[in-house]
């Protein structure tokens, strides 16, 4: 038995050619799969209910996807749509799909799996035992903290989606799922080890980022059979080398062979990865073990209102002094806002030149000749957080260090006005393994028609 | 001859919001043994080039067959909130490209 899969890009909106996807549907694949999401832009998606992709993009790329899986009769299957998979991201996917296919003139028929999991469920498994950090780092949930959070999601193993493709869906669209579950399970459905399932998932949920030259934007297909999986990238102007795949496990995991998902762990150390020619490459000996099963659960709240401001700083001995100009600066803040009790707000200085991208971790604190300031307030409304920051800029601006010569001004704006009020900032509250008894349990599956 | 000269890739990315993951890949095997076997890069020895604490490496592994070794840390501050200075960890990984490589 052989199944081929064609996933067309890393992120369902980023694009890719349409002659490579040409080129996979004349390989004539037996399932298109699409990873939509990620949490690496940060808790903002999720928190404020926005997608990562552009509507106009999302449908682009859709469209060529449900023209492919219709003119194939193949399943097309969405993970994590929207981005972070909660409802509302799934409904934005959902009335892309609905358009297209009354455009097209498709009546298909489709799966939604939903991911938001009740707050009070989650309380009740805490209560049990059976919520845990993902790692010390992350904070506590409390009741307090899960009704500030704006809706909470988990990521679904393949299970679900099995269940989905069992019933003959033909576009299936998951709300937040483990990235490669909706590839293992397409390959599970149809009778392959888990293991190469999961392993060829997490290869092909990238795109052709295994590949050289490697982009998250571009189609790739992966071929399973009984006792491993060939990839290869539809645009023969890339190649897969045993290296190029072999070190792709590497990616945005904390560990290089040792993935851990929902109810499982994959185990690729003893993996042979054989060139077949022609930038294919074999893989065989991926290691499944299952586990207690287990969900990733994801949350994020409102954490402050954010107001900046970016200057330049060009004079060496405001350079040399930055930090006791920034301390003096604060204190006259806080005089100033003498009323406001000061755990109200934050104020935070970054200087880019010195340590702006690494803050403490950078080893290297050389003075440059020129630094690039950015600071912010933090506060609990806009309001708040626009005027205190406009008293930060002006008492910056002015401020007479000791031994100043440039008595004019301190800064040096590219903009006016030189605030910008940048709205709401967003923190992941929830970032927990909860323990399940039923993979499927808390992921209802709805079935629909669309294009009616 | 530098890390940076060596390798085929040197990188920094989240793995997850609370982590961030830095990887060393060459493309030759010779290099990648070269710095293995050398036992030059260890948890502590990134723990003080990074200035945290080695409690805070989660993950350290070599891997063969990729050619590359893996050093997973907690972050400071989680990806993008409050205090955040690099939302995808992707330029975190510039303390390990002018190191030497062993002889």
């Known amino acids: ?452 | 001859m530098t890390i940076y000269e060596a390798a085929h890739v040197v990188r920094s990315k989240n793995s997850g919001p609370f982590a961030v993951t830095l990887d060393i890949l060459f493309d030759r095997s010779e290099e990648y043994f070269r710095l293995k076997n050398s036992g030059m890069i260890t948890p502590e020895f990134v723990a003080g080039l990074y200035r945290i604490s080695p409690e805070d490496i989660t993950d350290f592994a070599w891997f063969d067959a990729g050619l590359g070794v893996k050093i997973t840390y907690l972050r400071k501050v989680a990806s993008g909130t409050v205090g955040d200075r690099d939302v995808y960890g992707a330029q975190q990984h510039a303390p390990l490209l002018m190191l030497e490589m062993p002889e």
């Open chain 1, 1 to 452: 038995m052989k199944t081929t899969i064609l996933s067309p890009c890393g992120i369902l909106g980023y694009g890719f050619p349409e002659s490579s996807f040409r080129a996979a549907i004349a390989q004539r694949p037996d399932a298109i799969v699409v990873d939509a999401g990620s949490t690496d832009a940060g808790p903002h998606k999720l928190g404020a209910g926005t997608a990562i992709v552009s509507r106009m993009a999302c449908k682009k790329d859709l469209k060529l996807l449900m023209e492919g899986a219709k003119a194939l009769s193949i399943p097309l299957v969405i993970g994590s749509a929207g981005g972070s998979g909660a409802r509302t991201h799934v409904n934005w996917t959902l009335s892309i799909i609905e358009e297209l296919a009354r455009e097209m003139d498709w009546q298909a028929s489709l799966a939604v799996i939903w991911a938001d999991i009740p707050k009070d469920h989650i309380l009740a498994q805490q209560e049990k035992g059976g919520v845990t950090k993902m790692s010390p780092n992350v904070p506590d949930i409390t009741k307090e903290s899960l009704d500030a959070t704006n809706g909470v999601v988990a990521q679904m193993g393949a299970e679900p989606i099995i269940k989905a493709l069992e019933a003959g869906a033909q576009i299936i669209v998951c709300g937040r799922a483990y990235d490669p579950a909706p590839f293992a399970a397409v390959a599970m459905h149809r009778g392959h080890d888990a293991a190469l399932g999961f392993h060829l998932g997490k290869i092909l949920e990238c795109g052709t980022l295994c590949a050289e030259p490697g982009t998250a934007k571009d189609c790739m297909l992966g071929m399973l059979d009984d006792t491993g999986f060939e990839v290869w990238p539809a645009d023969p102007k890339r190649k897969c080398t045993p290296v190029t795949v072999a070190a792709h496990t590497f990616y945005e995991k904390d560990h290089p062979y040792i993935l851990k998902g929902p109810g499982m762990v994959l185990n690729l150390e003893g993996c042979i990865f054989t060139d077949c020619g022609e930038g294919r490459v074999r893989v065989e000996g991926s290691r499944l073990e299952w586990i207690p099963y287990t969900i990733k659960l994801e949350g994020a709240r409102l954490r402050a209102y954010r107001t900046f401001v970016l200057a330049g700083i060009r004079d060496p001995l405001l350079i040399s002094r930055l930090d006791e100009v920034e301390a003096e600066v604060r204190r006259q803040v806080k005089e100033y806002y003498s009323e406001i009790p000061e755990d109200q707000y934050q104020i935070n200085f970054y200087h880019y030149g010195i340590d702006g991208v690494m803050g403490e971790l950078e080893p290297d604190r050389t003075l440059p000749h020129e630094v690039g300031l950015m600071f912010e307030v933090l506060a609990g409304t806009q309001e708040m957080a626009n005027a205190i920051c406009a008293t930060v800029r002006s008492s910056y601006l002015h401020y007479g260090y000791p031994g100043r010569k440039s008595t004019a001004g301190n800064l040096a704006f590219p903009f006016a006005p030189s605030d910008v009020q940048f709205g709401a900032v967003y923190m992941f509250s929830v970032y927990h393994l909860m323990q399940v008894a039923d993979p499927c349990a808390l992921f209802p599956i709805e079935y629909r028609e669309v294009g009616v």
